[in-house]
């Protein structure tokens, strides 16, 4: 079976002729397959990016992750290589800056493939409001886009910032920090989730409940955790 595309109105604007390799549009293109390899179209059905990739992601901040050959990189909107796929691992963009993997150690770089933080770390996330999440020596911690520490890495696993919260774990339990590394709700829970309009999931003894900060908790004793 091949994918089309319609308009709102039910008319088929785009022919069913390729197996669509992605959700949907993203920055005006879609991917698609066509001959076991992977390439974009735009909304006119038009190829305007060959399919020759063995992987693509959506556009994201202009650039498309790819892969050639076991190996990660980037192209813009017009098929060109802005990143070379060099690197065992690539993130998404964000914030102008994306997670790379080589030789099984973590850095970024920017748009225009500059290291702009060293290759050194054993794990990341990417960077959201500013400040990344990164792996050293076994711990997790934080660091800004200058690669200066903000939040030591001193935690078993954390998560990223929410409202100004983040889930770490301590002790094969999680609690939530501030973005000065303070402990504001301790770890005692055996899950956390992010904070989100002023609620937090966590799991306690196997039962599910919500927390807001400052902490009061309201417990769901029907929902167990699959």
Do not use: C
């Not at 929410?162 to 504001?184: M, T």
């Amino acid at each position: 079976d091949k994918d089309g595309f319609i308009d709102h109105k039910g008319n088929m604007v785009i022919p069913a002729k390729y197996n669509v390799a992605a959700t949907g549009f993203s920055e005006g293109l879609v991917a698609v397959w066509d001959n076991d390899k992977i390439g974009f179209i735009d909304k006119k059905g038009n190829m305007v990016i060959p399919a020759k990739y063995d992987m693509i992601n959506d556009f994201s901040e202009g650039l498309a992750k790819v892969e050639v050959n076991g190996k990660y990189g980037f192209i813009d909107k017009k098929g060109n290589m802005v990143i070379p796929a060099i690197y065992d691992y690539v993130s998404e963009f964000s914030e102008g800056f994306v997670l790379v993997k080589i030789n099984n150690k973590y850095g970024f770089i920017d748009r225009n493939n500059n290291m702009v933080i060293p290759i050194k770390y054993d794990n990341g996330f990417d960077f959201y409001n500013g400040i990344a999440g990164v792996k050293i020596n076994d711990k997790w911690g934080y660091i800004d886009k200058n690669d200066n520490t903000v939040i030591s890495a001193k935690y078993d696993y954390i998560d990223g910032f929410s409202e100004g919260l983040a889930a770490v774990k301590i002790n094969d339990k999680w609690g939530f920090i501030d973005n000065k590394g303070n402990i504001v709700i301790s770890a005692k829970y055996d899950l956390a989730d992010r904070f989100s309009d002023g609620l937090a999931m966590v799991i306690v003894s196997g039962k599910r409940a919500f927390i807001f900060f400052p902490t009061t908790a309201f417990q769901f004793t029907t929902n167990e955790p699959q």
